[in-house]
């Protein structure tokens, strides 16, 4: 018998109703929060599903966690349907958010995960044995005794992390599991996930992210998701390489007229451009259709009057393959917003 | 099914857990949740002191007393003990672990329950201390089942309630201050239901306090059998059916919160 998928969706969407306004003007809208998205993840995999805020990345694993219901469409964990088999799928799987507050804040670390441990029936040697592995592995050994009223932000997620894999889930999701964090404990938990899988080729972990780097470094597949939609789906390096012939500038330049930078787009040959503004100079970051290119554009900026004071030719990241496609960078407010 | 029954026990222990050490951890609760129902008694004790009312009345005041911090519990604790859920984030992973809801929120109800045991039991014995009450107790046996039951039915209704507040959210606090005031009245915490009336006794009988407390008393102050509402075998098979009634009720309620929330995307907190 063949291997189901370890997720597999089939033009799966999601429609929220929203009441908006107040008192007698209330008004329905309706919001597309995934527009038939197909996906298929194969057992193994870290995949990741990389998008701005509002993509519908929550959406989309609220589903598949059986804490959702489709407006249509299929969904299927583990080979199992979930609206129909709810309760195998929860015993196969487990998850983690980015900012969770889960947990008693009287208890300690230890106990907190003694709890959910029970949730699903983990005996005492087992849960014992395994939390003491992960405790070890995310560095929290020494605060199983403190109270998780007590703990840092970096050490809550931590802890997080350590409930969501003690029930070593054969599948596993992670919404933005290093939301918020400092760059230090977000690459601790970026390790602690590769790390975790290196010794388990068949548990499979679905991971969204807003940080082009998180998908970048970690993943083996990675779904781009804009308005609900998926836009490409394919290994990091060859989403990179689909940019082909472009070239990537970065350029930092002094005070920039805000109208100047209007005039970029119509330049022949820029295909994509998007200022910044950071450490008072102001950051353009260009695709260009060729090397060639830049004569112009370097043209435009002396001539507006600003002055360079450094200029960098990039490799390509999956920032500027999303910025490629939809035309502004994934951190940026969305317009909705 | 052996692996069923013993994931069910542990979501159960798992549950209640937390309110048990809670307990243990901030002890000075334990004194403001005793003295404050201790000076509502003292109240009445004082008040029927002065009208010259029977002695037994005294004993009725104190268990009775005693009693409200059960229905606190239920009204302001278990009722909206989902919506916290909600809220603090750990609804979601109740619902999305194998464990069965019901399973995750009787726990809830037995670590109320230890905690708020605490509480009657030192109420209990203060307040017959203090006020000089005699009990005359018969059947401990029976008066074990009474209570028993009486909890069953009580947080029977807290999980029911439990569902239902989650579904209206912020509105749920008014119907707890609604229901405060008249269940004090009606279910006889400070004097016996009897004295209401037939019908409005019955229409009482609904909050499962009204009539545990009724057969409660009667167990443990005999020497006064007019006073009770109806007879104790009555009234504990009555209690019986109450408890089926509202956990059987706290089930479906649970399984139609659950899917009208996951359609409506309502199971989880909002964020980011
Ligand atoms: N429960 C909800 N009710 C109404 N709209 C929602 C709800 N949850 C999310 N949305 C909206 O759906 C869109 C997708 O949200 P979400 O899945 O949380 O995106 P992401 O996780 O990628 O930031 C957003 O526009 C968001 O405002
Ligand atoms: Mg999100």
Redesign the interface.
């Known amino acids: 018998m063949e291997e189901p998928l370890a997720i597999r969706t089939e033009k799966l969407t999601?429609i929220?109703?929203i009441r908006e306004g107040k008192g007698r003007r209330k008004k329905k809208r309706e919001l597309v929060a995934l527009d038939r998205v197909n996906l298929e993840v194969q057992r193994g995999e870290l995949f990741g599903l990389l998008g701005p805020?509002g993509a519908g990345k929550?959406t989309l694993i609220?589903i598949l966690?059986?804490?959702?219901?489709p407006t249509s469409g299929r969904a299927w964990v583990d080979g199992l349907d979930v609206e129909r088999d709810m309760?195998e799928i929860?015993?196969r799987?487990?998850?983690v958010?980015?900012?969770?507050?889960?947990?008693?804040g009287?208890?300690t670390v230890q106990?907190n995960l003694?709890?959910?441990?029970?949730?699903?029936?983990?005996d005492r040697w087992t849960a014992r044995r395994r939390m003491d592995e992960l405790l070890e592995m995310v560095g929290l050994v020494d605060r199983r005794h403190t109270k998780i009223s007590d703990l840092s932000t970096g050490l809550r997620q931590k802890m997080n992390i350590v409930r969501g894999f003690l029930t070593d889930p054969r599948i596993i999701f992670l919404d933005?599991p290093t939301?918020g964090l400092d760059v230090g404990a977000a690459r601790q938990v970026r390790s602690f996930i590769a790390n975790w899988l290196k010794g388990r080729p068949d548990r499979t972990v679905l991971l969204t992210t807003h940080y082009m780097v998180e998908a970048d470094e970690l993943c083996d597949r990675v779904a781009i998701i804009d308005h609900g939609q998926v836009l490409a789906c394919d290994a990091p390096a060859r989403l990179k390489r689909s940019l082909g012939q472009e070239a990537i500038y970065h350029i930092r330049v002094s005070l920039l007229p805000s109208e100047a930078t209007h005039g970029f787009r119509l330049i022949e040959g820029v295909r994509q451009f998007t200022p910044r503004f950071h450490d008072g100079h102001v950051h353009l970051d260009f695709i260009l259709r060729e090397d060639d290119v830049l004569t112009a554009v370097v043209d435009r900026i002396s001539r507006s009057g600003a002055r360079i004071l450094s200029l960098e030719k990039r490799e390509p990241t999956l920032e500027d393959v999303f910025i490629d496609m939809v035309g502004r960078g994934l951190t940026e407010e969305h317009p909705e917003e | 099914m052996r692996?069923e029954l013993?994931?069910w026990v542990?979501?159960v222990?798992?549950?209640a857990?937390?309110r048990i050490?809670?307990a243990t951890?901030?002890k000075s609760w334990l004194f403001f949740d005793t003295v404050l129902p201790l000076l509502g008694t003292a109240a009445y004790v004082f008040v029927y002191r002065a009208i010259g009312a029977p002695e037994a009345y005294i004993g009725f005041v104190v268990v009775g007393g005693a009693m409200t911090a059960f229905w606190m519990n239920v009204l302001w604790s278990m009722s909206s003990q989902l919506y916290w859920e909600k809220e603090?984030?750990?609804l979601?992973?109740?619902?999305?672990?194998?464990?069965p809801m019901m399973a995750?929120l009787l726990g809830m109800a037995v670590g109320g329950l230890f905690y708020t045991s605490l509480r009657a039991t030192a109420v209990i014995l203060v307040g017959s201390l203090l006020f000089g009450v005699h009990y005359a107790l018969g059947d401990f046996g029976l008066l074990l089942l009474t209570f028993f039951l009486t909890m069953a039915a009580l947080y029977g209704m807290g999980m029911l309630f439990a569902s239902l507040y989650l579904l209206w959210g912020r509105e749920a606090w008014h119907i707890s201050n609604l229901l405060q005031e008249p269940v004090y009245l009606l279910s006889g915490f400070y004097f016996p239901v009897r004295h209401l009336g037939f019908w409005v006794a019955v229409a009482a009988s609904f909050i499962p306090l009204t009539l545990g407390l009724d057969a409660m008393r009667q167990l443990l102050f005999p020497v006064e059998p007019t006073l009770g509402f109806l007879s104790v075998p009555v009234e504990v098979g009555a209690l019986a059916g109450l408890s089926v009634l509202f956990i059987v009720a706290a089930r479906y309620a649970l399984e139609y919160l659950e899917r009208l929330a996951?359609?409506?995307?309502r199971?989880?907190e909002r964020?980011?």
């Open positions: 999601r929220y109703k805020n929550t609220k966690t059986t804490l959702l219901s309760r929860r015993r799987i487990n998850m958010s980015g900012g969770e507050t889960s947990g008693y009287l208890l106990e003694w709890m959910f441990a029970q949730f699903y029936g983990l933005e939301l | 692996a013993e994931l542990r979501a222990i798992g549950r857990y937390p050490v809670g951890r901030e603090s984030g750990n979601g992973l109740y619902i999305a672990a194998p464990a995750i996951k359609r409506e995307g199971l989880t964020r980011g």
